[in-house]
């Protein structure tokens, strides 16, 4: 069965896919996710029409509300840093393809990700841009019928194809803002959706030095405004309870010892001790080795070679042996 349902948002990405997979044999169909706007759909029509394959349109904007963006803003009140994309994969993206596929007799599915899989198991993309930290939580049913015609190549031998297949789209922008918030404001966004977080104090080692605008305003690692004795300071804590944000000196944002819970095993659950290597946030270079163990209640606690700056409460700590992603979960 040759027959592809291609996630089709109009970009570079899914229509040098689109064609690659054509060239490669496979009936292609486009499913677009539409949680945007009438342009942005428009143009994903005019696209595919230029390539020539048929294309669905299926409304996500309810699904999106209560499986990502409801968990994006509750993150938030919590003193989290949330990565929407990683929760949007599994329950959303690639969950809605394959249903479509069933519906249409597809036994693929195919994405414009920069990540490779093979043999059912899923590995990274080309070093410079790499996106299987952002696939971690993907579904073992979803990958087992995944296609990733990109994972091998970089950015601009993608622009390059786009070029030599006339695309129209070959020098199109990306889109690297929260799909939910094009205007990229999501303090905006959240006000716009619930009661913000009051201003409150802001700690140095346990000495009140300062307000807050408002915990929703900061991140784990992100430098605080000012100077303390001289020196800049980072926010190493956000307490949500207490409406409190914890300073630091930069040097005291790196741990060794990280805790993950709601792992997400995209391999056989270890039964003891394993050694891998780490990514705490979607970088390129930041990838220490170190060990994981499964504690008694599931938490998964990570030790690191060398120390990782700043893991962030909410966001995700992925697991790879060599080049293939172990795994992933919610840093705690």
């Given at each position: 069965?040759?027959?592809?349902?291609?996630?089709?948002?109009?970009?570079?990405?899914?229509?040098?896919?689109?064609?690659?997979?054509?060239?490669?044999?496979?009936?292609?169909?486009?499913l677009y996710l539409d949680n945007t706007d009438a342009a942005a759909r428009q143009s994903a029509e005019n696209t595919a029409s230029y390539i020539g394959i048929p294309l669905e349109i299926l409304d996500?904007?309810?699904?999106?509300?209560?499986?990502?963006?409801?968990?994006?803003?509750?993150?938030?009140?919590?003193?989290?840093?949330?990565?929407?994309?990683?929760?949007?994969?599994?329950?959303?993206?690639?969950?809605?393809?394959?249903?479509?596929?069933?519906?249409?007799?597809?036994?693929?599915?195919?994405?414009?990700?920069?990540?490779?899989?093979?043999?059912?198991?899923?590995?990274?993309?080309?070093?410079?841009?790499?996106?299987?930290?952002?696939?971690?939580?993907?579904?073992?049913?979803?990958?087992?019928?995944?296609?990733?015609?990109?994972?091998?190549?970089?950015?601009?031998?993608?622009?390059?194809?786009?070029?030599?297949?006339?695309?129209?789209?070959?020098?199109?922008?990306?889109?690297?803002?929260?799909?939910?918030?094009?205007?990229?404001?999501?303090?905006?966004?959240?006000?716009?959706?619930?009661?913000?977080?009051?201003?409150?104090?802001?700690?140095?080692?346990?000495?009140?030095?300062?307000?807050?605008?408002?915990?929703?305003?900061?991140?784990?690692?992100?430098?605080?405004?000012?100077?303390?004795?001289?020196?800049?300071?980072?926010?190493?804590?956000?307490?949500?309870?207490?409406?409190?944000?914890?300073?630091?000196?930069?040097?005291?944002?790196?741990?060794?010892?990280?805790?993950?819970?709601?792992?997400?095993?995209?391999?056989?659950?270890?039964?003891?001790?394993?050694?891998?290597?780490?990514?705490?946030?979607?970088?390129?270079?930041?990838?220490?080795?170190?060990?994981?163990?499964?504690?008694?209640?599931?938490?998964?606690?990570?030790?690191?070679?060398?120390?990782?700056?700043?893991?962030?409460?909410?966001?995700?700590?992925?697991?790879?042996?060599?080049?293939?992603?172990?795994?992933?979960?919610?840093?705690?």
């Amino acid at each position: 069965m040759n027959k592809v349902v291609l996630g089709f948002s109009g970009g570079v990405d899914s229509a040098v896919c689109a064609v690659l997979l054509r060239n490669a044999g496979y009936d292609v169909i486009g499913l677009y996710l539409d949680n945007t706007d009438a342009a942005a759909r428009q143009s994903a029509e005019n696209t595919a029409s230029y390539i020539g394959i048929p294309l669905e349109i299926l409304d996500v904007r309810q699904e999106l509300e209560e499986k990502v963006c409801l968990a994006f803003q509750q993150a938030y009140l919590r003193g989290e840093t949330p990565n929407p994309c990683i929760l949007c994969n599994p329950a959303m993206k690639f969950k809605n393809l394959l249903a479509f596929a069933d519906k249409a007799g597809a036994g693929y599915i195919a994405t414009g990700h920069y990540a490779r899989v093979a043999n059912g198991c899923l590995y990274k993309g080309h070093p410079e841009n790499d996106q299987s930290y952002m696939l971690c939580r993907i579904r073992r049913e979803q990958l087992d019928h995944l296609l990733l015609p990109l994972g091998s190549f970089s950015k601009r031998e993608v622009r390059s194809m786009a070029e030599t297949f006339s695309l129209p789209v070959a020098h199109k922008p990306d889109s690297m803002e929260i799909c939910f918030i094009p205007d990229k404001d999501y303090i905006g966004w959240l006000s716009r959706r619930t009661v913000l977080p009051p201003p409150g104090k802001v700690l140095l080692h346990g000495q009140e030095v300062g307000t807050h605008r408002g915990i929703v305003c900061y991140t784990v690692g992100q430098r605080f405004p000012g100077l303390i004795d001289g020196r800049k300071v980072y926010i190493s804590r956000i307490d949500a309870r207490e409406n409190i944000i914890e300073l630091s000196w930069w040097e005291e944002l790196f741990h060794k010892e990280i805790l993950v819970r709601e792992f997400h095993w995209l391999c056989n659950t270890p039964k003891a001790k394993i050694s891998a290597t780490v990514r705490v946030r979607h970088t390129k270079w930041e990838n220490p080795a170190c060990t994981a163990s499964i504690l008694d209640d599931g938490t998964v606690r990570i030790r690191c070679e060398e120390p990782v700056r700043a893991p962030a409460p909410g966001q995700s700590a992925v697991l790879y042996l060599k080049d293939r992603v172990l795994g992933g979960g919610y840093i705690l």
